[in-house]
């Protein structure tokens, strides 16, 4: 019984929050006066009883949901939606990797904060923590790319170009650090059109 109670909660936090991500995208808050690409957004955040998991802490991948909201939730702080809109560009996340420090639990109130950390030749960078009380909670790092109507990618000149066309300066544009690179590197997946056999090393399974 408890388990089918935790597992009925665990899909109401789906929807809750895909609802809350439909809501940020399709009826985003308005920009911040001022608020430039690099600057950091905050996106406050409340646990919902939905949001735990049989241990009754938040479920580690439903903070990726609350990522997302807060990703959305930067596009609108930084006047982003009607650009994409009128180009019809929509945001992908392509891989990411989060670091838990402690559990949030029912009721506690927090804030997601986003920050754009860079761009590489292809992809859009974020850096996002979870915050309680000032302490860091979970942090992530989250490689997005833009795409067009028909899939194909927004190449990052084209980023660069349409953020300084909406006054966004960014000759103060960050460098990434050397080591997401290698991250991005070790854990990347053929494209999309490149076929990927599912074979397993079986000497490796039984060594590890």
Known sequence: ??????????????????????????????????????DPSVTRMRVRPGD?????HVNNGTYLQM????????????????LFNERRWYPVVASQTVTYKRSLTLGQRFDVETRMIGLDERAVWFEQRVVVDGDVAV?????????????????????????????HDLAGE????????????????????TPLPHTWDLDTVRRG
Request: charged share 25%; hydrophobic share 45%.
């Open 67 to 82: 990522m997302d909201v807060a990703r959305s939730n930067y596009i609108a702080d930084v006047g982003g939606f009607p």
């Open 52 to 56: 735990l998991d049989f241990y009754l």
């Open 1 to 38: 019984m408890a388990r089918a109670t935790a597992a009925a909660m665990a899909g109401r936090a789906d929807v809750a929050r895909q609802v809350q991500l439909t809501r940020a995208t399709l009826r985003p808050r308005r920009p911040v006066p001022g608020m430039g690409v690099l």
């Open 174 to 193: 960050p460098t990434l650090p050397e080591w997401l690179h290698e991250w991005r590197r070790s854990v990347a997946l053929p494209s999309a059109r």
């Open 139 to 167: 942090r992530a790092y989250i490689c997005t790319r833009l795409r067009k109507k028909d899939g194909r990618p927004v190449e990052n000149d084209e980023v660069r170009a349409i953020a300084a066309a909406a006054g």
